[in-house]
């Protein structure tokens, strides 16, 4: 059975940190492309950051500088590191592992950015 947890989400002010993490089983995750995406309330949901099965990155221009994302093969999880947190950045963050033909979604986590 396929899934995605995430965790780490939360309630923090502004300039504060977070780390999410999405545990993944169910299929090869070394072999899949891992991201977040973001959907805040009354807007689409959008790409945050991605990592390829080699480890390449990317990030929307939102949360470059302030966002890391990553992988450990060994304990199934990509990791996203959220530092200097703006209200903005206030959404449900959803891990999503893709692969031709496969393409997976968690139920997301909260992460509420306010002072």
């Known amino acids: 059975q396929v899934q995605l947890v995430e965790s780490g989400g939360g309630l923090v002010q502004p300039g504060g940190s977070l780390r999410l993490s999405c545990v993944a089983s169910g299929f090869t995750f070394s072999s899949y492309a891992m991201s977040w995406y973001r959907q805040a309330p009354g807007k689409e949901r959008e790409l945050v950051a991605g990592i390829s099965s080699g480890g390449s990155t990317n990030y929307a221009d939102s949360v470059k500088g302030r966002f890391t994302i990553s992988r450990d093969n060994a304990k199934r999880t990509v990791y996203l590191q959220m530092n200097s947190l703006k209200v903005e950045d206030t959404a449900v963050y959803y891990c999503?592992?893709?692969?031709?033909?496969?393409?997976?979604w968690g139920q997301g986590t909260q992460v509420t950015v306010s002072s």
């Open positions: 999503r592992g893709r692969w031709p033909g496969r393409d997976y």
